[in-house]
T-cell receptor, first 113, second 113 residues
Framework: GAGVSQSPSNKVTEKGKDVELRCDPI?????LYWYRQSLGQGLEFLIYFQGNSAPDKSGLPSDRFSAERTGGSVSTLTIQRTQQEDSAVYLC???????????FGNGTRLTVT | EDQVTQSPEALRLQEGESSSLNCSYT??????LFWYRQDPGKGPEFLFTLYSAGEEKEKERLKATLTKKESFLHITAPKPEDSATYLC??????????????FGTGTLLAVQP
């Protein structure tokens, strides 16, 4: 019965370093999403997984961003050579099907100094 | 391009003072319109899904309604614990729009005792 779990909850990194953000979806949920929320901005779609494949990567802002999902469960979002504009809250969500409501984790707050 | 606009950006109410939040949308075919509540430092929490014009959903002091161009979230006799940011999102019915929710920037509601 656990919800979506994200780790770490906070991450401070230096400009130019790589970071990995982790998402554990609700058990049995086949769809998984990554969103980014910046101060004063709406939630920005990044990528959608169905199972282990990513049919929609259209929201990834640059080739520094990548994500994978293994075993139809855990997902990792990797940001290479971080920039200050990458600072935001990164939210993961899962849903039972693509047409079901999204259930969000509490996010990872990324600060790039 | 699918778009969601929420108004007002912020709303301050006295406890017991009913009001409505607006969500205007443009989408090439609507699969669903979603309302979420977000508390500070937390991920969005699902409230309602509406699928067709004329549909209404209720939960405690909240009622969501849908027309072909907008949705309203009516808050009746609010309490301080209703204070939060309320987010509206749409899912399109065609192509890649079915893979994601497009969010508005939210309405920050503060209910004073």
């Amino acid at each position: 019965g656990a919800g979506v779990s994200q780790s770490p909850s906070n991450k401070v990194t230096e400009k130019g370093k790589d970071v990995e953000l982790r998402c554990d979806p609700i058990s049995g949920h086949t769809a998984l999403y990554w969103y980014r929320q910046s101060l004063g901005q709406g939630l920005e779609f990044l990528i959608y997984f169905q199972g282990n494949s990513a049919p929609d990567k259209s929201g990834l802002p640059s080739d520094r961003f990548s994500a994978e999902r293994t075993g139809g469960s855990v997902s990792t979002l990797t940001i290479q050579r971080t920039q200050q504009e990458d600072s935001a809250v990164y939210l993961c969500a899962s849903s039972a099907t693509v047409n079901s409501p999204l259930h969000f984790g509490n996010g990872t707050r990324l600060t790039v100094t | 391009e699918d778009q969601v606009t929420q108004s007002p950006e912020a709303l301050r109410l006295q406890e017991g003072e009913s009001s409505s939040l607006n969500c205007s949308y443009t989408v090439s075919g609507l699969r669903g319109l979603f309302w979420y509540r977000q508390d500070p430092g937390k991920g969005p929490e699902f409230l309602f899904t509406l699928y067709s014009a004329g549909e209404e959903k209720e939960k405690e002091r909240l009622k969501a309604t849908l027309t072909k161009k907008e949705s309203f979230l009516h808050i009746t006799a609010p309490k301080p614990e209703d204070s939060a940011t309320y987010l509206c999102a749409v899912q399109g019915a065609y192509g890649g729009a079915t893979n994601k929710l497009i969010f508005g920037t939210g309405t920050l509601l503060a209910v004073q005792p």
